[in-house]
């Protein structure tokens, strides 16, 4: 049973240009959320989708930040005309309906050059 | 804003030894907490979650929890060096939406 998987698992990015994160959930599970983190700091929430649906997003930055879970594929976070204060760990947890314990992928390392 | 508060270290300890990792709460309205591991560059792993008042026991982990004084606490028993990471804790407020601490950092010397 595969666990959350992500790609890619590094970027680079010039300013200005977009990134792209891509997260499919664990087998079963349907429930996605996003983190970020920046070195030597917690995971701070961003948001929390279900399929076709963004349940919470008070997490997610006013502009620029985006995400989606379709109906077919995987949940994506995009972050448009990227600066370099984006450059972070992103990981993408996945539970399971009803249940509130997260496993977590091997995270995005985004570099914002 | 929901806070949850962690030592940020490093605790060090002794092989062998039991490490005692502390984290309190803001909201007296939280349902469930947990304990993450993240080794440097990993993903977090989780370790253990309880949700009642009391202690969880799981091979050399314990989780306390005392909903009163708001505060959950994870213990190591026979630490090994292979312990060594950061240790997250979590609480999950208004079901499905998650807070995180800073981290504590756990140094357990051979």
């Not at chain 1, 997003?57 to 600066?83: C, D």
């Not at chain 1, 947890?93 to 977590?104: E, I, L, M």
């Not at chain 2, 026991?57 to 959950?72: H, I, M, P």
Request: glycine residues 8%; hydrophobic residues 30%; contains cysteine.
């Amino acid at each position: 049973n595969a666990g959350v998987m992500q790609n890619p698992r590094h970027l680079v990015r010039r300013r200005g240009q977009e990134a792209r994160l891509r997260c499919s959930p664990m087998k079963g599970h349907s429930h996605v959320y996003w983190y970020r983190q920046l070195p030597e700091e917690g995971l701070k929430f961003m948001v929390y989708l279900q399929k076709e649906n963004i349940i919470d997003e008070s997490g997610m930055p006013k502009e620029r930040f985006s995400a989606e879970f379709p109906k077919e594929g995987p949940s994506i976070l995009r972050i448009q005309q990227v600066v370099r204060g984006d450059s972070a760990a992103y990981f993408c947890a996945s539970s399971p309906q009803g249940a509130d314990t997260q496993y977590f992928g091997p995270g995005t390392r985004l570099t914002v050059l | 804003q929901k806070e949850v508060e962690q030592n940020s270290g490093p605790l060090s300890v002794p092989e062998g030894a039991i490490a005692s990792l502390n984290c309190t709460y803001s909201d007296r309205g939280s349902q469930s907490f947990f304990w993450y591991r993240q080794y440097s560059g990993k993903s977090p792993e989780l370790i253990m979650f309880i949700y009642s008042n009391g202690d969880k026991e799981d091979g050399r982990f314990t989780a306390q929890l005392n909903k009163a004084s708001q505060y959950v606490s994870l213990l190591i028993r026979d630490s090994q060096p292979s312990d060594s990471a950061t240790y997250l804790c979590a609480v999950n407020y208004n079901f499905n939406k998650f807070y995180f601490g800073s981290g504590t950092k756990l140094n357990v010397k051979p």
